[in-house]
């Protein structure tokens, strides 16, 4: 059974810093893309960031270019997202993804349950 174990989220300050994990288990994790999305109450959830399984190809969504990044460990199962410069826009519920591929459609396709940042003074 695939599970994730997402953590890290909380309240900050705007300009402040969280760091995101998504411990996997049920996968062979190094097999797999890594992503974060992230849901605003009242909006559609929308990508983040990802990562290949080599970690050397990495995407980011324009909104948190320069300001965050995500990372992986193999060994530790794990993907992380730095989030720096936190803005009140980033207020969001953050899930991790697991994918089997870049591109094209596969079943193969997991999602975490999701951790909260809250931004705001």
Same mark, same amino acid.
């Given at each position: 059974q695939v599970q994730f174990v997402e953590s890290g989220g909380g309240? +900050? @300050?705007p300009g402040g810093s969280l760091r995101l994990s998504c411990a996997a288990s049920g996968i062979i994790f190094s097999n797999y893309v890594m992503g974060w999305y992230r849901q605003a109450p009242g909006k559609q959830r929308e990508f983040v960031a990802r990562i290949n399984s080599g970690g050397v190809r990495i995407e980011y969504a324009?909104? +948190?270019k320069g300001r965050f990044t995500?990372?992986?460990d193999n060994v530790k199962n794990t993907v992380y997202l @730095?989030?720096?410069n936190l803005k009140p826009e980033d207020t969001a519920t953050y899930y991790c993804r697991a994918r089997r591929?870049? +591109?094209?459609?596969t079943t193969d396709d997991y999602w975490g349950l999701g951790t909260q940042v809250t931004v705001s003074s």
């Open positions: 309240l +900050v @300050q324009d909104s +948190v995500i990372s992986r @730095q989030m720096n591929f870049w +591109v094209g459609p």
